[in-house]
């Protein structure tokens, strides 16, 4: 960052874990998500799920048709279930935009009731997996009804995912949002075979902000938000791992779903979200004495290039100069929105009517 300007300069960020969910609501939220990135992946837990190549193409048309941006690529993922077969493996790895798939414990969250039942039931749909080099995408949280809500990513981590990686030492795998300081010692012992993501709620909220002073429906996701020294871990893998990169979980739910009885777990993040790691890193920065003048390389790194190599997509280049496309970030205060249209209801970002600590730009070159 340059000290007189202010201005942080990355090239157009790619976000490597989203929700736009499907029919009315996916034009708020494409368009939302393609103005502050270039490629996604985009999560299969529709209602019903996405479990088949053709599914994906026909999503994944539904997502282009509404999207206003050239330069969005959504990237396709199939929802592992009982039956997913290694044939239905062959055909994502057949086709040039399934990218991974994603494995749901069955009851773990948001439409995960047509997930695994058992890890062991996909014993050969893994075992193709690995011999075809298919990415497993892996929301990591034991279902389990007598553990307790905030050691659920450690009771799973104990017990489905260590099967999973002992018996397949090559698989690439993806602990999505990672959000406890065992999930980021695990990541870490799995060495380059195993990337992370993590998000920008898990980087900024502890379980004090979703309880402390009243319950705080926005502040609600799976895995929950844990402590400070949890949140501290994810920070500092941030900073210390090539393969622990963005992914937001940006997960939209209508107001009256979110502020609700049986409030539904998600936090929206999607139209902000390099204004959301720009501030959490910036304050880990200052807070841990680092140099701010490495906060660029560091969010071009993490936003820019970890996660297409863990994918082997085409890399960004440092500037954006050669997809056209950058991201402009200023330190400036900005007013969140306190809502968007959404459907018939509304749709509550994080931190609504709040200041975000940065603007972003989309910038083009004329190529
Ligand atoms: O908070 C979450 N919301 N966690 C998930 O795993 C799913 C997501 C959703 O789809 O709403
Ligand atoms: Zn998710």
């Known amino acids: 960052m340059s000290n007189e300007t202010n201005t942080i300069r990355i090239p157009m960020p790619d976000d490597w874990h989203l929700h736009l969910r499907d029919g009315d609501v996916l034009p708020v939220t494409v368009n939302h998500a393609a103005s502050r990135c270039r490629r996604a992946i985009v999560m299969p837990n ?54 991974a798939v994603k494995l749901y414990p069955a009851g773990a969250t948001t439409n995960s009731e047509d997930g ?71 990541v870490e012992s799995q060495g380059k075979r195993m990337g992370a993501t993590v998000t920008p709620h898990h980087l900024l909220l502890t379980r004090n902000d979703l309880l402390v002073g009243g319950l705080k429906p926005h502040h609600y996701c799976l ?83 970890r996660g297409e190599r863990f994918y082997g997509l085409p890399l960004n280049d440092k500037q954006g100069i050669d997809t056209g496309i950058w991201l402009e970030l200023q330190k400036v205060k900005t007013k969140n929105p306190e809502s968007y249209p959404f459907g018939a209801d509304e749709l509550v970002p994080l931190f609504a009517g709040k200041d975000l600590d940065y603007k972003a730009e989309i910038k083009m070159a004329d190529i």
């Not at 995408?137 to 659920?152: G, K, M, N, Q, Y």
């Open 223 to 305: 895995p929950v938000v844990k402590t400070e020294e949890d949140r501290t871990a994810l920070l500092n893998a941030c900073l210390k791992h090539d393969n622990v990169f963005a992914g937001t979980d940006s997960a939209p739910h209508p107001r009256s779903r979110k502020e609700s009885h049986s409030c539904a777990a998600g936090i929206y993040t999607a139209p902000f979200f390099p204004e959301l790691y720009a501030m959490a890193f910036e304050r880990f920065f200052s807070n841990s004495g680092r140099d701010l003048k490495d906060l660029e390389t560091f969010l071009r790194d993490f936003l820019c290039l």
């Open 116 to 186: 695994l039942t058992s890890v062991k039931k996909a014993e050969s749909t893994l075992a193709r997996m690995e011999e075809l080099d298919f990415p497993l995408l892996v929301h990591a949280e034991s279902t389990s009804p007598d553990i307790d809500v905030f050691d659920r990513e450690k009771a799973f981590i104990d017990g489905d995912l260590s099967w999973i990686c002992n018996r397949f030492k090559k698989l690439r795998i993806v602990f999505e949002h990672v959000s406890s300081k065992d999930g980021v010692d695990f």
């Open 46 to 99: 529709l209602k019903p799920p996405i479990r088949t190549v053709e599914e994906a193409a026909s999503y994944r048309s539904r997502i282009r048709e509404v999207c206003k941006f050239e330069h969005f690529q959504p990237l396709m993922t199939l929802y592992l279930t009982d039956n997913t077969s290694p044939a239905d493996i062959q055909a994502a790895k057949d086709s040039d935009f399934v990218f």
